[in-house]
């Protein structure tokens, strides 16, 4: 069963009616060696086409920690989690404070390792 790491707005019990169609029931943990910080992204949701969401940042210090909720989801609920998020998001699976592992969304461009590879094309 996949494990969804959520520190911002899949937190919030309305959000995840609206996305996994029920609230769900998690265990507190954190993300080790990340800070929480703030993303400006277009989405056509908000009001003005551009929203603040929440987003950790990689600092590699152990003392660095982003409390969150780890949540025990189904695979069709992963794929509804991707669905939510934006797209300037990517999703990875990493290490917990517990020791458990999760997958967690956060910005790729700044970490470009977590960016899919291009697209193949063929050539002539």
Same mark, same amino acid.
């Given at each position: 069963?996949?494990?969804?790491?959520?520190?911002?707005?899949?937190?919030?019990?309305?959000?995840?009616? /609206?996305?996994?169609?029920? @609230?769900?029931? =998690? $265990?507190?943990?954190?993300?080790? +060696?990340?800070? *929480?910080?703030?993303?400006s992204v277009d989405d056509p949701r908000a009001p003005?086409?551009?929203?603040?969401?929440?987003?950790?940042?990689?600092? /590699?210090?152990?003392?660095? @920690?982003?409390? =969150? $909720?780890?949540?025990?989801?189904? +695979?069709?609920? *992963?794929?509804?989690?991707?669905?939510?998020?934006?797209?300037?998001?990517?999703?990875?699976?990493?290490?917990?404070?517990?020791?458990?592992? /999760?997958?967690?969304?956060?910005?790729?461009?700044?970490?470009?390792?977590?960016?899919?590879?291009?697209?193949?094309?063929?050539?002539?």
């Amino acid at each position: 069963m996949p494990r969804l790491f959520a520190y911002g707005t899949l937190l919030d019990g309305h959000v995840q009616r /609206a996305v996994f169609g029920r @609230a769900l029931t =998690g $265990v507190p943990d954190a993300l080790p +060696g990340h800070v *929480l910080s703030m993303l400006s992204v277009d989405d056509p949701r908000a009001p003005a086409g551009t929203a603040r969401y929440p987003n950790v940042t990689l600092t /590699a210090n152990q003392a660095d @920690a982003v409390p =969150g $909720v780890v949540f025990d989801i189904t +695979g069709g609920d *992963l794929l509804a989690a991707d669905l939510y998020e934006t797209s300037v998001y990517r999703r990875q699976e990493l290490a917990l404070a517990s020791g458990a592992r /999760a997958w967690v969304r956060r910005r790729a461009s700044w970490e470009p390792r977590l960016m899919a590879p291009p697209p193949v094309t063929a050539r002539r």
